[in-house]
């Protein structure tokens, strides 16, 4: 709140029109943006939730696995029954006691643990029975499989376990399940699974559990009661690289000795078959389809995996939600706000960013987030919002090229339908004798003929090839001087005409004619532009534009001559205005403020440089900006002001030369009545005098309105309003008293001090007074009133004459303008004396008013400003 003002009601806001906010509107609609989101987040939810992207994500988590460096075991080795095996022992299913045999072999030579990737679930001859499972109690650290499948045409699963005397000489058991996926590719397993309430390790991690006791959960009991398959912990398997990469020995080799004492120590050994129809073959993401994985090298690669501590966990479905929808979501809020050449990049950007996620995520923590859903989602996104895009480009380029057909347009010279056309315009300015069409060769050229001897010159024109093969002909007889003129302006104008008239053939492609669309659009307002730009520049007024804080936009060149050297864009108006008599900057600051503020045109007259300059100060109004502004017009009227002296100068001198004889014949004329008494002269000498007289009022009324209207500058100085008044009122009270007029004076105030010019307003005042008194009955009184206004003083001045109709008022301060009733009682007068009024007040920044009406008096009332 400002102190000594009230508080401050704010202005409300200005209302746009609907052309405006069309203008204005930035970008898509809110409603849009959130729709695209909403949408590329159901898609991605939709993808995930229905898992049609397994077979992408199965592509890129077996790329992520052929990337990683392949790596060798020194934990694990496999003992193969592989063909060369077969070729020495005899075909498939050996003896038991060769098993028992070989357990021996690796525990004398230092085995951690052998793992039998074997399916021992029928007997075989009781004395190798006895001997495997003897070697295995003996032992201490072997492993035998189990596997849960269907068992005849039930359907129903069954665990189908090693023999009961197996199972109970073997440290533990661990079922050898392995899970395909769609694609039919083995990429992980359960690590528990079982039917009902047993939960059977894998016999991977039932090697480690074993021999890691510290880093595994609880071995689950023993219970075969279950019905139904239970799968828990599911795990990707971390292939240390493709078939091979674990060290692998023939069985024979092993039986044999062949290998160092030491090689098996510490070390666990899988025993399985690699022989070709012999075991079980998986097509793995290291291997494919075509080369398969014997099923005891994958027992090994998740043994390793779980030393290594690198099995690979699926992310949960709650954080793969949380991720896949946030990064689809963030996408789809950046789109909107980056520019359409930027969109490409920033697709494939994200989905690289998301894919190098996944992969980070893989190789660090150990899980796997599949990320085929949403790199789909970005890659829909970009032609999707690229579409949206377009269209909405497309619907603007209409609605604007729309509206600018229905724009007046600059009417560019040089542009007809038809050569006919082109004549018809040339001829008519230039107004030859005779013109017409005439065929010519092709290729024919233009020819300008001038016989300025003669007074003749012919010329021949090509309109184009292109029509019909014809040029203009025209013929001008002239005074020799234009005929040169002509024919340089032809010159100058033919090739600009032929330029305008070539005509480019449309576009079949729908997007080649828009852009053609849009180009000529941009053309035209390119054309305007540059007309309004060198319209304004080569005015002859200057111009300049400011903005609705007072700061210049543009001037033109001619707006310089009156401004100051600092006046440049950006500064303020009030600052570069020119500097002369009572022109100060607070003055000019005043003058922009009220038409910034008020919205109040304001105009006025300034002389420098020995030249005297209009300045005109208006608002105006940006509606392409939703603003105000101010618009100041310099228009140098020193012709005008030359000119009007000269006019004055006239007045002048018809005034004064008119006073001097008028006043020599009035002392003739009181001579010639005083010599002859004859009173039939006598009445012909005062008829004389009457004219005289109204002749040497008429020039001093002529002279005093010259000389204010001449005047450039009037001096104000302090004075005493009633004293102006008694002075006024003395000078017509002979005339008043001859008539019985009284003048009443009435006045409140024991002083009235005003800044003003005391012989001009006296003068003023005498002339209204003269008026009330001619048109004032006789025996009548006049009221002279003066009292202090808020602003300033008023003088009330009314008669009691026959007034005046309210249609003669607004001409009553026109030069020579005479009211009817005066013209009808005969009043003599000039019609003068109220426009010297009007100069006078205005001079002194005063407004006079009138109120009337017939039969009932006239009053005049003048406002005159305070002393400061």
């Known amino acids: 709140m400002i102190p000594g003002k009230p508080d401050a009601q704010p202005n409300p806001p200005p209302q746009r029109d609907n052309a405006s906010q069309v203008r204005h509107s930035r970008g898509f609609p809110v409603t849009e943006r959130y729709l695209f989101a909403a949408i590329l987040v159901g898609l991605c939810f939709l993808l995930i939730s229905s898992g049609w992207m397994q077979r992408l994500d199965y592509l890129f988590y077996d790329f992520c696995l052929k990337v990683r460096p392949v790596s060798t075991s020194t934990t694990s080795v496999i003992v193969a029954i592989d063909e060369k095996s077969l070729l020495e022992y005899g075909r498939w299913p050996w003896s038991r006691d060769r098993h028992a045999a070989l357990i021996k072999r690796l525990r004398n030579s230092g085995a951690r643990a052998v793992a039998f990737d074997l399916l021992l679930s029928e007997r075989s001859s009781p004395e190798a029975d006895k001997d495997f499972a003897q070697a295995m109690a003996e032992s201490g650290k072997v492993f035998l499989p189990l596997h849960i499948d269907h068992v005849g045409n039930t359907g129903h699963l069954t665990e189908i376990l090693p023999i009961a005397q197996f199972i109970d000489t073997a440290e533990g058991l661990g079922h050898a399940q392995m899970e395909l996926d769609a694609d039919g590719i083995a990429r992980g397993l359960y690590l528990y699974q079982g039917l009902g309430d047993s939960h059977w390790p894998s016999l991977a991690l039932s090697v480690y559990q074993n021999l890691y006791p510290d880093e595994h959960q609880k071995k689950e009991e023993l219970d075969n009661g279950g019905a139904f398959n239970v799968r828990e912990q599911y795990r990707l398997i971390p292939f240390i690289g493709p078939p091979g990469s674990f060290p692998t020995l023939s069985y024979s080799e092993v039986m044999h000795g062949e290998l160092p004492p030491d090689y098996f120590q510490n070390r666990v050994v899988f025993v399985g078959a690699t022989a070709a129809g012999l075991g079980d073959f998986l097509p793995t993401p290291v291997s494919g389809a075509s080369t398969s994985m014997a099923g005891v090298e994958v027992h090994a690669n998740v043994f390793e995996g779980l030393v290594r501590k690198n099995m690979h966990r699926l992310i949960s479905p709650t954080w793969q939600y949380l991720l896949s929808l946030s990064l689809v979501l963030i996408a789809a809020l950046v789109y909107p706000r980056v520019s359409p050449e930027k969109n490409l990049p920033l697709t494939l950007a994200l989905a690289l960013s998301v894919l190098v996620f996944s992969y980070l995520l893989l190789r660090v923590d150990h899980q796997w987030y599949p990320p085929a859903a949403v790199v789909l989602s970005l890659i829909f996104a970009y032609p999707f919002w690229s579409w949206r895009r377009l269209s909405r480009l497309n619907?603007?380029?209409?609605?604007?090229?729309?509206?600018?057909?229905?724009?007046?347009?600059?009417?560019?010279?040089?542009?007809?339908?038809?050569?006919?056309?082109?004549?018809?315009?040339?001829?008519?300015?230039?107004?030859?004798?005779?013109?017409?069409?005439?065929?010519?060769?092709?290729?024919?050229?233009?020819?300008?003929?001038?016989?300025?001897?003669?007074?003749?010159?012919?010329?021949?024109?090509?309109?184009?090839?292109?029509?019909?093969?014809?040029?203009?002909?025209?013929?001008?007889?002239?005074?020799?001087?234009?005929?040169?003129?002509?024919?340089?302006?032809?010159?100058?104008?033919?090739?600009?005409?032929?330029?305008?008239?070539?005509?480019?053939?449309?576009?079949?492609?729908?997007?080649?004619?828009?852009?053609?669309?849009?180009?000529?659009?941009?053309?035209?307002?390119?054309?305007?532009?540059?007309?309004?730009?060198?319209?304004?520049?080569?005015?002859?007024?200057?111009?300049?534009?400011?903005?609705?804080?007072?700061?210049?936009?543009?001037?033109?060149?001619?707006?310089?001559?009156?401004?100051?050297?600092?006046?440049?864009?950006?500064?303020?108006?009030?600052?570069?205005?020119?500097?002369?008599?009572?022109?100060?900057?607070?003055?000019?600051?005043?003058?922009?403020?009220?038409?910034?503020?008020?919205?109040?045109?304001?105009?006025?007259?300034?002389?420098?440089?020995?030249?005297?300059?209009?300045?005109?100060?208006?608002?105006?109004?940006?509606?392409?900006?939703?603003?105000?502004?101010?618009?100041?017009?310099?228009?140098?009227?020193?012709?005008?002001?030359?000119?009007?002296?000269?006019?004055?100068?006239?007045?002048?001198?018809?005034?004064?030369?008119?006073?001097?004889?008028?006043?020599?014949?009035?002392?003739?004329?009181?001579?010639?009545?005083?010599?002859?008494?004859?009173?039939?002269?006598?009445?012909?000498?005062?008829?004389?005098?009457?004219?005289?007289?109204?002749?040497?009022?008429?020039?001093?009324?002529?002279?005093?309105?010259?000389?204010?209207?001449?005047?450039?500058?009037?001096?104000?100085?302090?004075?005493?309003?009633?004293?102006?008044?008694?002075?006024?009122?003395?000078?017509?009270?002979?005339?008043?008293?001859?008539?019985?007029?009284?003048?009443?004076?009435?006045?409140?105030?024991?002083?009235?001090?005003?800044?003003?010019?005391?012989?001009?307003?006296?003068?003023?005042?005498?002339?209204?007074?003269?008026?009330?008194?001619?048109?004032?009955?006789?025996?009548?009184?006049?009221?002279?009133?003066?009292?202090?206004?808020?602003?300033?003083?008023?003088?009330?001045?009314?008669?009691?004459?026959?007034?005046?109709?309210?249609?003669?008022?607004?001409?009553?301060?026109?030069?020579?303008?005479?009211?009817?009733?005066?013209?009808?009682?005969?009043?003599?007068?000039?019609?003068?004396?109220?426009?010297?009024?009007?100069?006078?007040?205005?001079?002194?920044?005063?407004?006079?008013?009138?109120?009337?009406?017939?039969?009932?008096?006239?009053?005049f009332v003048i406002e005159l400003p305070d002393a400061e």
């Open 395 to 859: 619907q603007f380029l209409n609605q604007e090229l729309k509206r600018l057909e229905e724009e007046p347009r600059l009417q560019q010279g040089g542009i007809y339908d038809s050569p006919q056309q082109w004549a018809q315009q040339v001829t008519r300015l230039l107004k030859p004798a005779l013109w017409e069409f005439r065929e010519i060769a092709p290729g024919g050229q233009k020819r300008i003929d001038l016989n300025a001897d003669a007074g003749m010159m012919e010329i021949l024109l090509p309109v184009s090839d292109a029509v019909g093969k014809m040029a203009l002909y025209m013929r001008f007889e002239d005074h020799p001087d234009q005929l040169q003129q002509t024919a340089d302006y032809l010159q100058r104008l033919y090739p600009r005409l032929m330029q305008k008239t070539t005509l480019r053939q449309p576009s079949s492609e729908l997007i080649d004619r828009r852009i053609s669309q849009v180009r000529f659009a941009i053309a035209a307002i390119r054309d305007m532009r540059k007309f309004v730009s060198e319209t304004i520049a080569n005015m002859p007024d200057g111009v300049l534009v400011g903005d609705e804080v007072g700061r210049i936009l543009y001037l033109n060149e001619h707006a310089s001559r009156w401004l100051s050297a600092n006046a440049t864009a950006n500064a303020y108006i009030a600052e570069c205005m020119p500097i002369a008599n009572k022109f100060t900057p607070a003055l000019w600051d005043s003058v922009v403020r009220k038409v910034l503020v008020a919205g109040e045109a304001q105009s006025m007259e300034l002389h420098t440089r020995n030249t005297a300059v209009l300045i005109s100060l208006a608002p105006m109004r940006f509606t392409h900006l939703n603003a105000n502004g101010i618009i100041v017009n310099f228009s140098d009227i020193t012709p005008i002001h030359e000119a009007q002296q000269k006019r004055l100068e006239t007045i002048h001198f018809i005034s004064h030369d008119l006073r001097a004889p008028l006043a020599s014949q009035l002392a003739l004329l009181d001579t010639l009545s005083a010599a002859l008494p004859d009173a039939k002269l006598a009445s012909k000498i005062d008829a004389a005098r009457e004219l005289t007289q109204k002749s040497l009022g008429m020039a001093e009324a002529f002279l005093q309105l010259a000389r204010v209207e001449a005047a450039d500058h009037i001096h104000f100085y302090d004075c005493e309003l009633l004293d102006i008044v008694d002075n006024a009122v003395d000078s017509i009270s002979p005339s008043a008293l001859t008539r019985g007029i009284a003048v009443q004076v009435y006045c409140e105030e024991d002083s009235l001090p005003i800044k003003a010019n005391a012989d001009l307003l006296e003068r003023a005042l005498v002339n209204l007074l003269h008026n009330a008194v001619k048109f004032t009955p006789q025996n009548h009184s006049i009221e002279l009133k003066l009292e202090k206004a808020d602003a300033g003083t008023l003088i009330h001045l009314r008669d009691q004459g026959p007034g005046i109709a309210a249609s003669e008022i607004p001409y009553l301060f026109e030069r020579f303008r005479r009211t009817h009733a005066s013209e009808q009682q005969g009043v003599q007068g000039s019609g003068l004396g109220l426009r010297f009024v009007k100069l006078v007040i205005d001079r002194h920044g005063g407004a006079i008013q009138v109120n009337s009406a017939l039969g009932e008096g006239t009053e």
